[in-house]
């Protein structure tokens, strides 16, 4: 079985900070994993993935990732919040290699607030 | 350029009533999923199509039904709307699998009553 467990369900930080999301996973197989954001009001965007490339992964927006197999971890990272930030953030993981058709496993999301 | 369209954007139900959710999408992507979104919850996956013709059930298919006649268009209906199916719902497409990255609609806000 996979899962994934973002492990806040609120951030918040001052503009100018850095933004520390957390998520950990849970798969029977190599994951893949992905971090999407939603705005108020809107769909889901994503903002960057792991595919079992290069473990430090960048992404829209001056956001990165950093796969971690020991930690079973894939924090979401950046170092500097901007107002345009706050949204929420969901943490996803492919059910299994390759198999993508019967969807991903989504986290809870984290809401992120930024403070001026 | 308009990606996933999602039609209505909001909308109030009766308890009993039916109504569909339509989703089109001008990618010509082969994948396409439903989902609902429920407060402080991740998303959930009702329905999926890998093509036209195609379509099988999600995690929670209980009370919709979906057709795929064409590439475009994805559907989802309720039949007898119930108060547990309050929800936002939102239709995604890929070109392949999932690893390709998702495009998603900009939701559809159902509330039965």
């Known amino acids: 079985a996979q899962s994934v467990t973002q492990l806040d369900s609120h951030v918040s930080v001052s503009e100018g900070t850095p933004v520390l999301l957390r998520c950990n996973y849970s798969?029977?197989?190599?994951?893949?994993l992905f971090w999407y954001v939603q705005h108020p009001n809107k769909g889901l965007q994503l903002l960057l993935k792991?595919?079992?490339?290069?473990?430090l992964v960048k992404g829209i927006n001056g956001f990165e990732a950093e796969f971690k197999k020991s930690e079973t971890s894939f924090h979401l990272t950046k170092p500097s919040a901007h107002m345009s930030d706050a949204a929420e953030y969901f943490c996803v993981v492919i059910p299994k290699r390759g198999g993508g058709a019967d969807g991903l496993t989504f986290g809870k999301g984290t809401h992120l607030i930024i403070q001026p | 350029n308009a990606g996933v369209t999602q039609t209505p954007k909001f909308r109030i139900l009766k308890i009993g009533q039916s109504m569909t959710l339509q989703c089109t999408q001008d990618m010509n992507h082969n994948y396409m999923y439903w989902y609902r979104q429920d407060p402080g919850m991740g998303l959930k996956l009702i329905y999926y199509s890998v093509g036209a013709g195609i379509t099988d059930k999600g995690e929670v298919p209980n009370g919709y039904n979906v057709s795929r006649s064409t590439t475009e268009d994805f559907p989802l209906r309720l039949e007898l709307a119930a108060p547990s199916q309050t929800s936002v719902y939102f239709c995604?497409?890929?070109?392949?699998?999932?690893?390709?990255?998702?495009?998603f609609g900009s939701g559809t806000r159902l509330t039965v009553v």
């Open positions: 995604a497409s890929s070109h392949g699998t999932a690893e390709d990255g998702y495009t």
């Open positions: 792991y595919t079992s490339a290069a473990t």
């Open positions: 798969s029977s197989y190599s994951p893949s």
